[in-house]
């Protein structure tokens, strides 16, 4: 989440903001998530680098994460340097750990799985590893969010078959971010939507994730880069230095402390 100050907000470059994040590891997610249900909307953010930068400089990503009812540390590299740095602890609680406990602790054959993104093989592939028999799967076309007819036909998919228990939103962000603020204005869908990124080419084997142990270490993103440097120099090498600047101009408070500002 982030908390704007009135004459900061129209701002490209704030001088100041506060980021809010979850102080939840995996297994306050997992039990928080079981017991959402599918009576109301809500719709989860898992912030990293890359997006720390984005809340920076892109006014209307700030709104999709303002509306966020959870914000989940996605990056142990962000976590270690906010701990040693400003003394400010928050557990990590990865978008593809969540979405892998979810489907492997949480969800039960009758529940309905909504997929948006990864194709129809990836699917199936959830589908009959978890057995999942009521998994209903849409995958918008590349740059699809430019279109207004083509975002107007995925919300409408996924407002066809609310209520779900849980609604994988799998098209990188800021795409994913994007369509859960709007589920959330319509106020057509009910149940638990999570942006999820590159999580299911993960647990379905299109993508290899690091080793544990550089998880652990905190170089999941030298992992990524050594494998597809093409791809993602820019990204960590030219883009992420960024989030060093803007640190210098912001605060991240776990929020059950911000809870507690009153």
């Known amino acids: 989440m982030t908390i704007l100050s009135s004459s900061a907000a129209a701002a490209a470059f704030p ?10 590891d995996l297994a306050d997610f997992t039990s928080i998530a079981a017991e959402f249900g599918n009576s109301r909307f809500g719709y989860v ?22 509306g966020a009812d959870y914000a989940l540390m ?10 040693i740095t400003r003394r400010v602890r928050l557990r990590v609680c990865t978008g593809a750990d969540a979405t892998l406990a979810i489907l492997s602790r949480v969800v039960a054959p009758s529940d309905r799985v909504v ?8 699917a199936r592939q959830l589908a009959a590893q978890y057995g999942l028999a009521d998994l209903r ?20 998919f996924i407002e066809r078959e609310s209520p779900f228990r ?13 369509i859960a603020k709007l589920l959330r204005t319509r106020g ?25 142990w550089m998880q652990q270490l905190a170089l999941e993103w030298l992992f990524r880069l050594l494998r597809n440097p093409r791809r993602l120099a820019g990204r960590y090498l030219v883009r992420g230095p960024r989030v060093f600047r803007h640190l210098r ?8 402390v911000a809870q507690s500002f009153g």
Do not use: W
């Open 45 to 66: 953010v898992t912030p990293n680098v890359d997006h720390l930068i984005r809340l920076h400089e892109d006014p209307a990503f700030r709104s999709h994460y303002e």
């Open 15 to 24: 001088p100041s903001l506060v980021h809010e994040i979850d102080d939840l």
């Open 166 to 178: 849980f609604c994988f939103l799998a098209i990188g962000s800021p795409q994913q971010e994007v």
């Open 74 to 83: 996605d990056s142990r590299f962000l976590a270690y340097f906010l701990r």
């Open 137 to 156: 799967h849409y995958a918008p076309t590349m740059g699809f969010i430019h279109d207004p007819s083509a975002v107007e036909e995925c919300l409408r």
């Open 249 to 256: 101009h912001a605060r991240v408070v776990p929020r059950r």
């Open 115 to 122: 997929l948006i993104g990864g194709s129809p093989e990836q």
């Open 188 to 212: 057509n869908a009910k149940g638990l939507a999570l942006c999820v990124g590159a999580s299911i080419n993960f647990i379905t084997g299109r993508e290899t994730r690091a080793p544990r």
